[in-house]
């Protein structure tokens, strides 16, 4: 056995000791246990400055001192393919805690339905925690007149001028993609996509009027609302986003289900042993309950919420099954 994989194996024996004693553990200093990693890389497959980035970001800095990890965490964007490419490096990463991605549940439970070749599956990832909830938002920018200020009015508006009606996205495939797609589609009314390699880019074209609508997480709208630059018309959750609570819901103008509450979680590489697992959900899980951690993901309209890695399971497996039929009365596929 070579010196870093002895190394590792004492580690973890220390952190399975530490999961052994229960809440007693919570008594003894972190330092009485030898931590897992010196630094954990996460990977997240959107640009810097996204909502998303600030939660790999803000929850990567508080991991450092934890048993699972020395240093705080280093992210690494890797852009591009609605975020599969983040996936795609973390699947060959060493099953060790060293390597986490943040990915949104679409990359896992979406996807799979529209791609027919796809560089990873489901089961080469282990669900670590849930680390925040997002309310999608539908947005109006310049080129749209300034009277239009409900959904219903950007409907009737889009229905008028098919050839300006158009509504942009994080990527194609995404669930603000589709969003966009059942929105039309139960509205008979037809809307030109637009894919964007992240809600930056495709913000930035919206206020710029080169587009007329925008779909992604809310949070990316709030600084160009609040200085007028565009108007939010809805939002995607149960109940109306805390951040925005002046905006009605697409359920409450009519449309139900579009009703979608995605979230970002952490993945680790399959085969990852379970007391790393279950130093990282620890770690992770205290970060989202600190004040500044909470505040920071509020400004980009986010939720913080942890969960247990089988809950965060749990969630995937039902929005895949969810999304499994929508897919396919949108009629879309990566060939399409």
Known sequence: MNQHRRQF?????????????????????????AQLVEQVKIYYGFPAGSSGDSV???????????????NAG???????????????SLKPSPADGSVLALSPFSALAIYPHIYTKMNYEQKDFTPVSIAAVMHHGLAVGPLVPASVKT????????????????????????????????????????????????????VTDLVGGQIAAMVTPSGDFIANAKAGKLRILA???????????????????????LTTEEWFGFYAPAKTP??????ANAAINAALKEKSVIDSLAIVGLIAQGSTP???????????????????RIGFSAES
């Open 9 to 33: 194996v004492q580690r973890l024996g220390s952190v399975a000791a530490l999961g052994a004693l229960g809440s007693s553990a919570s008594l003894l200093p972190l330092n009485a246990f």
């Open 56 to 70: 790999a970001r803000r929850v990567g800095e508080k991991l450092m001192g934890s048993a699972y990890t020395k």
């Open 74 to 88: 280093v992210v690494e964007n890797k852009p591009g393919a609605g975020g599969r490419i983040a996936l795609e």
């Open 151 to 202: 959904l219903k009015d950007f409907l009737a508006w889009a229905k008028a001028n098919p050839k300006d009606a158009s509504y942009g996205s994080p990527g194609a495939g995404s669930t603000p993609h589709f969003i966009g797609a059942l929105l039309g589609l139960n509205a008979g009314v037809e809307m030109r996509h637009v894919p964007y390699r992240g809600s930056i880019p495709g």
């Open 235 to 257: 939002t995607s959750g149960e109940k109306r986003s805390p951040y925005l609570p002046e905006v009605a819901t697409f359920a409450e103008q009519g449309f139900a289900d």
């Open 274 to 279: 379970a007391p790393v697992v279950a130093a």
């Open 310 to 328: 089988e809950e965060m399971g749990r969630s995937q497996k039902l929005e895949f099954e969810r999304w499994g039929p929508l897919v396919k």
